[in-house]
């Protein structure tokens, strides 16, 4: 069983920028790849950003250019540094860790609320 204790989330203002943190507890299995999700109010959750192992990304069209996914692999972190934020990324930001042995974990969410 892998823990995933985010934080960084918060209230910003439009234009603003927020950075989420994830830590993956330690583990027999190694990290496959890593991301971060959101779902908004009445919406299904959607991908925001992964990077792999090889540190190659993937990224949401909608957050192309504004946010940065990054990893620290010896620290089992994930991070996801968001610039220029606007109203609509307002959700709640889930961490996903994927391991080699096919096991998903989910973190607790952290609530990123864009005002104007």
């Known amino acids: 069983q892998v823990q995933l204790v985010e934080s960084g989330g918060g209230l910003v203002q439009a234009g603003g920028s927020l950075r989420l943190s994830c830590t993956a507890s330690e583990s027999r299995f190694s990290i496959i790849s890593m991301g971060w999700y959101r779902q908004a109010p009445g919406k299904q959750r959607e991908l925001v950003a992964t990077?792999?192992?090889?540190?190659?990304?993937n990224y949401a069209d909608s957050v192309k250019g504004r946010f940065t996914i990054s990893r620290d692999n010896a620290k089992r972190t994930v991070y996801l540094q968001m610039n220029s934020l606007k109203l609509e990324d307002t959700a709640v930001y889930y961490c996903?860790?994927?391991?080699?042995?096919?096991?998903?974990?989910w973190g607790q969410g952290t609530q990123v609320t864009v005002s104007s």
């Open positions: 990077i792999g192992g090889g540190g190659s990304t």
């Open positions: 996903n860790v994927n391991l080699i042995n096919l096991l998903s974990y």
